[in-house]
């Protein structure tokens, strides 16, 4: 499957961004759905994770209450909405895909892969 991530750019602390990710290629279904990021000079780190229906979600500790996924399986899409950004969010932001059901803060468990979308906040 074919990753395409869209929507970064730069934003002021406390504002908002809405990032996608539009799949094709596969059964979108199919699919457990995840964001990634990864600042200069650290390693990537899981951000959320949603199952094939929509229906479970998951986040990291530093982003609950401000992100939110969502998936449209008519669209073949995943979005991320951050809300209450702030300048530790800067980096660049992946989408994954995970065949199967199964839920994973695991980088090394995801399938593919999209080219990333840089987001930065300033201060």
């Known amino acids: 499957v074919q990753l395409q991530a869209s929507g970064g750019g730069l934003v002021q602390a406390g504002g908002s961004l809405r990032l996608s990710c539009a799949a094709s290629?596969?059964?979108?279904?199919?699919?457990?759905m995840g964001w990634f990021r990864q600042a200069p000079g650290r390693e990537r780190e899981f951000v959320a994770v949603?199952?094939?229906?929509?229906?479970?979600?998951y986040y990291a500790d530093s982003v609950k209450g401000r992100f939110t996924i969502s998936r449209d399986n008519a669209k073949n899409t995943v979005y991320l909405q951050m809300n209450s950004l702030k300048p530790e969010d800067t980096a660049v932001y992946y989408c994954?895909?995970?065949?199967?059901?199964?839920?994973?803060?695991?980088?090394?468990?995801?399938?593919?892969w999209g080219q990333g979308t840089l987001v930065t906040v300033s201060s």
């Open positions: 994954a895909s995970r065949n199967g059901r199964q839920l994973s803060a695991l980088s090394y468990e995801y399938d593919y």
């Open positions: 290629g596969d059964t979108f279904s199919n699919y457990v």
């Open positions: 949603i199952r094939n229906s929509g229906g479970s979600t």
